[in-house]
């Protein structure tokens, strides 16, 4: 199949190109389009056919749920049975933005794209060019991530080219994303609501708006086997680098750090939140990940490094990328799986990344970087210096 790759001026939409993107929706095709969070893979949510292209074209496992875009708020009505108090809430907070909410499905979505389940993922995307393209096509389009299954989420149009050119019918590009990770997903199918994935609509943003939130065990560290998941696609492994990546982090004591209890009742979790987002990360990480590199390069490996621009040029050695300014941290999450994309076409055998707080954006930020370390975290404090495999 030829993809068609269409370029789109964000500041002057032709609704000409769209359209053509739109009838490719509604035939039963698959579009690749922007979205304020990473760019997505669009097929008509309510044709079972169309959504089992878009797991083909992904190779990703048909269990694992698709996301329901939408482009006006009462589009919402027919997918779901009911919009809770809650869930009223968040929409109104934070749609169109960078939310997906879990609702009980009404008989019309299929469960083809649910991957089974009886609930599915809405969300309302403010990209222009999303937005525009959900309302010619007049249908609430599913669209994971425009990834292959299991590499990082493409946040350029180049990077949608380099997995899916030639499986699907056309790729829009508006150019880089703005946020660069995805969504926030919140289910809201029962009487508190439960974080699920953090994104840029951050926990500290989702508890100001609804109170307390609870938090599913799947975020914070890895998912036992025994323990079912509430999404099937929590229990796949995302965002994974091809190198083998690790993450370096001091270990904050009681005193020094802290812990914040995020959460209440059964999903409660304890999190290191922690110093201010802007403390510099200490000479103890640097000098663990410089000893890292050159015990790799000795031994004939291809290295890189994941730092931020403060830190920069405290690394001699191996192939050092920043992801931006730490104290920023939307300059992190943006760069964040380009830098891992990069590592794949530089075809380095390991990675080490200074790590994050884990407050506001950092926890979406940590949360994809632990994922796609496989949790593994090598802390500096530890008496003895030997890997430590974090939280399993
Ligand atoms: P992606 O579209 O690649 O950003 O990933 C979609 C993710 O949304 C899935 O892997 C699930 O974790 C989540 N999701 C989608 N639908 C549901 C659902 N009905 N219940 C719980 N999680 C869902
Ligand atoms: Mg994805």
């Known amino acids: 199949m030829l993809t ?50 878009i797991y083909a074209a992904k190779g990703r496992p048909s269990d694992n749920p698709l996301i329901l875009h939408i482009s006006s708020a009462e589009e919402i009505v027919p997918l779901v049975q009911s919009v809770p108090e809650a869930a009223r809430k968040l929409m109104d907070a934070f749609w169109p933005g960078p939310l997906t909410m879990i609702f009980p499905k009404s008989s019309i979505v ?65 150019g880089p994303v703005g946020i660069g990770v995805e969504s926030t997903i919140v289910d809201v199918t029962g009487d508190v609501p439960i974080l699920l994935r953090p994104g840029a609509v951050t926990m500290e943003m989702l508890q100001e708006t609804v109170g307390h939130v609870d938090i599913d065990p799947a975020i914070t560290g890895p998912m036992a086997a025994d323990v079912r998941p509430k999404a099937p696609g929590m229990k796949y492994r995302h965002y994974a680098p091809k190198a083998e990546l690790v993450l370096v982090e001091e270990r904050k004591n009681k005193a020094g750090g802290g812990t914040r209890r995020m959460g209440q009742g059964r999903y409660a979790a ?4 922690p110093e201010p987002v802007s403390e510099p990360i200490s000479e103890a990480v640097i000098g663990r990940i410089n000893r890292l ?45 380009a830098v891992l994309r990069e590592f794949d076409d530089l075809q380095v055998d390991y990675i080490y990344s200074e790590s994050f707080a884990r407050d506001h954006l950092g926890q979406a930020i940590m949360n994809r970087l632990t994922k796609a370390a496989g949790y593994h975290v090598i802390y500096t404090n530890e008496k003895k210096e030997e890997e430590q495999h974090g939280r399993q």
């Open 293 to 337: 590199v050159q015990e790799k390069l000795s031994q004939g490996y291809r290295v890189g490094v994941i730092c931020t621009d403060e830190t920069e040029n405290q690394y001699p050695a191996g192939i050092v990328r920043s992801l931006g300014i730490r104290g920023q941290q939307e300059t992190i999450a943006h760069s964040l799986f």
């Open 4 to 53: 068609k790759v269409i370029k789109i001026d964000n500041d002057n939409i032709d609704d000409r190109l769209l359209t053509e993107a739109a009838e490719i929706l509604c035939a039963g095709g698959l579009v690749a389009f922007p979205t304020e969070t990473v760019y997505g893979l669009g097929a008509n949510g309510l044709d079972e056919e169309a959504a089992r292209k």
């Open 110 to 174: 299929p469960y083809g794209t649910t991957g089974g389940l009886d609930t599915v993922a809405v969300r309302m995307p403010s990209d222009p060019v999303a937005n525009r393209l959900i309302a010619l096509a007049g249908l609430p389009i599913a669209a994971p991530s425009a990834n292959r299954s299991g590499r990082p989420s493409p946040t350029t149009a180049e990077h949608v080219m380099q997995d899916m050119d030639g499986r699907i019918e056309m790729i829009l590009d508006g």
């Open 270 to 273: 304890e999190l290191t939140v």
